[in-house]
């Protein structure tokens, strides 16, 4: 069984919104920072919003500051990110991941465990 299942990625016009979903049904989710990463053709993997263990703390890479909205609920085991005011830069494969490591928020990718297997995201007119 995967540990963590994303959906919600598709085609997009440059200003419109989609909503990411990942749930973990297997995981004791709320022991678990987690990020959203994204990775487009040619370019390294990169941070993109993580949120630690409590929700209560959220941290945005700037390029995302503003339109993005990570959140999680830890009772139904899953994590959303909405994303609004989308651009052509935002364009790429988005990942879910979650670690026990740590409980406040980072964006290195190598403090995450478990990933997801990716949701294509793009953003076109």
């Known amino acids: 069984q995967a540990r963590l299942v994303e959906s919600g990625g598709g085609l997009v016009q440059p200003g419109g919104s989609l909503r990411l979903s990942c749930v973990a049904p297997?995981?004791?989710?709320?022991?678990?920072?987690i990020a959203w990463f994204r990775q487009a053709p040619g370019r390294e993997r990169e941070g993109v919003s993580c949120?630690?263990?409590?929700?209560?703390?959220?941290f945005y890479a700037d390029s995302v500051k503003g339109r993005f909205t990570i959140s999680r609920n830890n009772s139904m085991k899953t994590t959303s990110l909405q994303m609004n005011t989308l651009k052509p830069e935002d364009t790429a494969v988005y990942y879910c991941?979650?670690?026990?490591?740590?409980?406040?928020?980072?964006?290195?990718?190598?403090?995450?465990?478990?990933w997801g297997q990716g949701t294509q995201v793009t953003v076109s007119s």
């Open positions: 991941a979650v670690t026990r490591r740590i409980s406040i928020c980072t964006l290195k990718t190598a403090t995450y465990e478990y």
């Open positions: 297997a995981l004791a989710l709320e022991d678990y920072a």
């Open positions: 949120i630690e263990t409590t929700g209560v703390i959220t």
